[in-house]
Nanobody, 127 residues
Framework: HVQLVESGGGSVQAGGSLGLSCAAS????????MAWFRQAPGKEREGVAA????????VYADSVKGRFTISQDNAKKTLWLHMNSLKPEDTAMYYC?????????????????????WGQGTQVTVS
């Protein structure tokens, strides 16, 4: 079992920057992917960025590519999302997610159905 807790959300002006953190505990050594998703009111949850925790390979949604950066520590205890050049359309609740397994590989790492562990979310508001 993996527990995830997000932090770092807040309000920022358009064009500004914000950093999110996700603290992971439990069976983190067996994690395969970790990712950030976001959901705005009335909209579907969408994948923002994902990282293969074994290789460090990252994948980004087209809407955030070049502006956001996902990273993790070597112990896989903390996941970060650094957000630059923020836009009002980035406003959403941001969630940390994880999946574990020995040989888990995703063709589409940003699919919400890949993940079975979720944090409580942290709100990001861009005005």
């Amino acid at each position: 079992h993996v527990q995830l807790v997000e932090s770092g959300g807040g309000s920022v002006q358009a064009g500004g920057s914000l950093g999110l953190s996700c603290a992971a505990s439990g069976d983190t050594d067996s994690s395969a992917y970790m990712a950030w998703f976001r959901q705005a009111p009335g909209k579907e949850r969408e994948g923002v960025a994902a990282i293969d925790t074994r290789t460090g390979t990252t994948v980004y949604a087209d809407s955030v590519k070049g502006r956001f950066t996902i990273s993790q520590d070597n112990a896989k205890k903390t996941l970060w999302l650094h957000m630059n050049s923020l836009k009002p359309e980035d406003t959403a609740m941001y969630y940390c997610a994880a999946v574990v397994g020995h040989s888990v590989y995703f063709y589409r790492p940003l699919s919400v159905n890949n993940y079975n562990y979720w944090g409580q979310g942290t709100q990001v508001t861009v005005s």
